[in-house]
């Protein structure tokens, strides 16, 4: 098993995003560990942690779109958007199921919805999360988050349990918050579970602690190989004389036809440059505002 590879995790509820990164460093011996998005303490799920040369990937996977499961609890606001905080509101007058079901169902799209104050935004230099806690006047964020799918999976008055796809940077607790408001009824984050990550499934991650034991962790089935972590790229082969002369910085014309070909008809911005040898990445390459093509990242490993 590589050294350079992602490992996919299932959180539990209760340890922060730092702890499981500090765990995999204690479990596995490996320093070099990263993450490609926390998860709040109060939430499950998949993280997905990059080890060695995969962490020049981490800004990219971290810019896949995610999925998630949201138990919502109706009738109750907290300065949080959550469990966590200090219940601001109740409220006992809680609308049918058919309105509740035609207004979650219907909110989607591209959304400007308010960032919780307790977030790690920041603002002039200082975390929201930050003046929240001081007590101070923090400004109010608005940002576009883009929720693809809502499915309401289980309805149980007063809770109600939704999948929500959405992008990078795309607040649950916002969305949930601002449901309960078109409700007029209030409502709150009770339960969050991250299901998948760039294309990745929890079902496929690892439980980690800080007693798992080593050998469980290197022998599990949840490590993806860097040469798979980000399959929907254009890959571009390379045989070992032009492989060498991209290592020492020099793109062959034939490739860089190639690699712009394929991106110009992909939706993403850049591509793998890959060894047909020994089938690892040799780079990433983009395409510059000018359309050239330009290397971004080189492979060590």
């Known amino acids: 098993m590589s050294m350079s590879a992602v490992l996919l995790v299932d959180k539990p509820s209760g340890p922060t995003s730092h702890d499981i990164v500090y765990w995999a460093r204690k479990v596995t011996g490996i320093k070099e560990i990263g993450h490609t998005g926390t998860l ?5 799920g998949l993280m997905m942690l990059v080890i060695g040369e995969a962490t ?4 990219y996977l971290m810019d896949g779109d995610k999925e998630y499961e949201v138990l919502v609890e109706l009738g109750k606001t ?3 958007y959550d469990r966590e905080g200090s219940i601001e509101t109740t409220n006992s007058d809680i609308p049918d199921f058919g309105i509740i079901k035609e207004t979650a169902l219907n909110f989607k799209g591209s959304l400007k919805l308010q960032v919780p104050a307790f977030s790690a935004v920041k603002v002039d230099g200082k975390t929201l999360m930050e003046r929240a806690r001081k007590n101070e ?4 964020v608005i940002r576009n988050m883009d929720f693809y799918e809502v499915e309401i999976l289980e309805f149980k008055c007063p809770l109600m349990r939704v999948r929500l796809k959405c992008n990078k940077g795309a607040y649950i607790r916002s969305w949930v918050h601002e449901l309960g408001q078109k409700l007029g009824c209030g409502a709150m984050v009770k339960e969050l579970r991250r299901t998948q990550n760039s294309g990745f499934h929890v ?4 439980v980690l602690s800080r007693h798992t034991p080593k050998e469980q962790v290197l022998n599990s089935s949840a490590w993806v190989p860097i040469e ?3 399959l929907n790229w254009p890959r571009i082969l390379l ?6 002369r991209v290592r020492n910085g020099l793109i062959p014309s034939e490739i860089a036809v190639r690699a712009q070909n394929a991106i110009s008809q992909s939706p993403y911005n850049e591509a793998f440059l890959q060894s047909e040898v020994t089938q690892k990445l040799t780079c990433i390459v983009s ?8 290397l971004n990242r080189v492979f060590t490993y």
């Open 40 to 44: 709040d303490p109060i939430a499950s």
């Open 56 to 59: 020049k990937l981490s800004q």
């Open 78 to 80: 907290s300065n949080t």
């Open 137 to 140: 006047d923090a400004p109010i």
């Open 203 to 206: 079902q496929d991650a690892i």
């Open 228 to 230: 798979k972590s980000l």
């Open 239 to 244: 045989n070992a004389e032009q492989e060498k």
């Open 287 to 294: 395409l510059n505002s000018t359309q050239k093509l330009q």
